[in-house]
């Protein structure tokens, strides 16, 4: 009679279980509303119901075994040893309290998965619009220096004329205004594919960013990872957010879980025990390794930062000095020192190094959209 009510406890208790399970499946497809989710949701399910009619019958054996006297309970447990049924207890022990959180962590995975694409995605648009912008900005620089490269020449062809210069140096010019234009050609096939770009990151047709996206639209970003105190804590951010440290993670504490369980049912000399042992080590180099992974990666790119923010003061620095000797420049011309081709020399610094200042600042934000990427924050706050 007591075997019987406790049966009918037991299912009971594992009716209002799978009506649970039921629910928590309904939520995970209104949450994920994936095909894929739904699938893995209803195979946790499916196999949660075969592992609790396994685990029934090892209850029912336990209870029984209790109700019998120390004797009795004894002679049941060496029974059960020697046929095999005691691993059984392991197997359904893990079944009825690891599977479950096995299954749990799964979508926990997933979730930390879809989590990283939304900003994977954001930072490929962003790249896509610096690049255009760039582009953009070099095909402003090129026609400025196109109309240079044509002044001249034609201060060459008056010059030949004047018989100063030979013919060789008069095509020289021609040529240099020849190739200056098909540059501008070649930028302009460059610009219509760096706006497709951007409208295929974004999926869609971006006519008001692509307008909003001018020459000057290439500000610098505000940095997260000025102080070197912090790198620690970016290191934390970066390693509890990447969903393969995660997955190791839960793999190493699961076989910590699996061992404590084995204590109660198999000998430690059993051999899956001594797997599991192994295992267990295995894990825990694969998670360190994942865990150092990350850090290298994210110290190779602060460096990346630190270098590329160098290279942007050192643009800004030689602009500043093409823009004196620029001035410079023109305080001879006007005095009759300069001609109007060494004016010219000036300008072509001047542009260039204006440019070299673009560049690198879009340089120094595709490194700050990486590591805001890796620590999950915006791009643009």
């Not at 200056?180 to 930028?187: G, S, V």
Request: aromatic share 4%; glycine share 4%; no cysteine.
């Amino acid at each position: 009679g007591m075997e019987e009510n406790g049966m009918k406890h037991y299912f009971k208790g594992r009716t209002a279980a799978l009506v649970t399970a039921i629910v928590l499946l309904a939520g995970v497809t209104t949450v994920f509303a994936s095909e894929n989710a739904v699938k893995h949701a209803l195979s946790d399910l499916y196999g949660l119901m075969a592992q609790n009619r396994a685990t029934a019958k090892l209850d029912a054996l336990e209870i029984k075994v209790l109700e019998n006297a120390k004797g009795d309970a004894d002679r049941a447990a060496a029974k059960i040893f020697n046929t095999g049924v005691y691993e059984q207890g392991f197997d359904n022990a893990l079944t009825r309290d690891v599977a479950p959180l096995e299954a749990q962590s799964r979508i926990e995975a997933q979730k930390k998965s879809q989590a990283v694409e939304p900003l994977q995605r954001e930072a490929a648009l962003y790249r896509a619009i610096q690049s255009l912008s760039l582009t953009r900005a070099e095909k402003d620089m090129q026609t400025r220096l196109l109309a240079l490269t044509r002044e001249d020449a034609a201060i060459a062809k008056a010059r030949y004329d004047a018989g100063v210069i030979s013919a060789a140096d008069l095509s020289d010019a021609q040529a240099a205004v020849a190739s200056a234009e098909l540059n501008i050609e070649k930028l302009a096939v460059k610009l219509t594919s760096a706006e497709l770009a951007v409208n295929r990151q974004a999926g869609t047709e971006l006519d008001a960013v692509l307008e909003s996206t001018a020459t000057d639209g290439i500000a610098l970003l505000e940095t997260l990872f000025s102080d070197p105190a912090g790198t620690a804590g970016w290191i934390e951010a970066a390693q509890q957010r990447d969903p393969d440290v995660f997955g190791k993670s839960e793999a190493l504490r699961f076989l910590d879980m699996k061992l404590a369980l084995a204590a109660k049912y198999i000998p430690e000399t059993h051999s899956r025990v001594v797997e599991m042992r192994r295992d267990q080590e295995d894990a825990r180099l694969t998670l360190a390794d994942a865990k150092t992974g990350i850090e290298v990666s994210l110290r190779n790119l602060l460096n990346d930062r630190l270098t590329a923010a160098d290279s942007l003061e050192m643009a800004k620095l030689d602009l500043e000095q093409a823009k004196r000797h620029r001035a410079q420049a023109q305080s001879r011309f006007e005095a009759g020192l300069f001609s109007r081709a060494d004016l010219i020399a000036r300008d072509r610094e001047v542009e260039n190094a204006q440019y070299a200042v673009l560049s690198a600042t879009a340089n120094l934000n595709g490194k700050e959209a990486d590591l805001r990427v890796m620590v999950g924050k915006e791009i643009i706050p």
